[in-house]
Nanobody, 126 residues
């Protein structure tokens, strides 16, 4: 059974930083795509940053240059370094994962992910 556990959320002031982590276990595919999504009340979930099975990355335009996604060599831990945070970054952040025998390029499409964590809240005050 795949488990994704997020940590690192919290409340910060505008311009400050946070680092989110996602611990993944229980998946069996050799190729792994992992990503971060976020959601605010009344809005659909949006892709923030994704790392594909070959290590390539993609980011939402709204976070480019401020957020950095990374993954350990074992592909069991993924992090999202969030710098220069803005109030509009306030959301529930979710870790997502898909595994396969095939290569999995990075994509911000929610439908490309099978497994989801419970989320960690990020609040940025102005």
């Amino acid at each position: 059974q795949v488990q994704l556990v997020e940590s690192g959320g919290g409340s910060v002031q505008s311009g400050e930083s946070l680092r989110l982590s996602c611990a993944a276990s229980g998946y069996t595919g050799r190729r792994v795509r992992m990503g971060w999504f976020r959601q605010t009340p009344g809005k659909s979930r949006e892709g923030v940053a994704v790392i594909g099975s070959d290590g390539s990355k993609t980011y939402a335009d709204s976070v480019k240059g401020r957020f950095t996604i990374s993954q350990d060599n074992a592909k069991t831990t993924m992090t999202l370094q969030m710098d220069s945070l803005k109030p509009e970054d306030t959301a529930m952040y979710y870790c997502a994962l898909t595994s396969s025998l095939l290569e999995l390029p990075p994509t911000l499409r929610e439908q490309a992910f099978v497994h989801w964590g419970q989320g960690t809240r990020v609040t940025v005050s102005s």
